[in-house]
């Protein structure tokens, strides 16, 4: 679980370049009954779903990871400048697939 979260700690330095986030972001593996992942906007964390890690493919974990620090960014709701810049990040086809998915695992996107 250990190689998973440095992987994971990666791609936030990446993501958090490419948008522009200065501070620090923690990224934390969870057990959620029905979420995906989640976001402490006072704390700068992001959790993900433990349990449903495993299940998601590298783009569809930096879509999320992407959504989540756009989020830190942006605040809690899903602006015009907010679903403009995840498109530009991962691209739109990206978020239909995974609700889809979720869908599948009984889980909310």
Do not use: P, W
Not at 93 to 102: A, M, R, S, Y
């Amino acid at each position: 679980m250990t190689e998973k979260l440095e992987e994971l700690e990666e791609i936030v330095k990446e993501l958090k370049s490419k948008i522009g986030i200065e501070e620090d972001v923690g990224i934390k593996l969870k057990k959620f009954k029905l979420k995906l992942a989640s976001v402490s906007l006072s704390k700068k964390v992001i959790y993900i779903n433990a349990e449903l890690i495993e299940k998601l493919d590298e783009k569809e974990i930096r879509y999320i990871i992407a959504h989540e620090l756009l989020h830190i960014k942006h605040g809690v709701f899903h602006t015009t400048k907010f679903q403009q810049e995840l498109t530009r990040l991962c691209g739109k086809d990206l978020h239909t697939n995974i609700v889809e998915k979720c869908k599948a695992m009984n889980v909310q996107d």
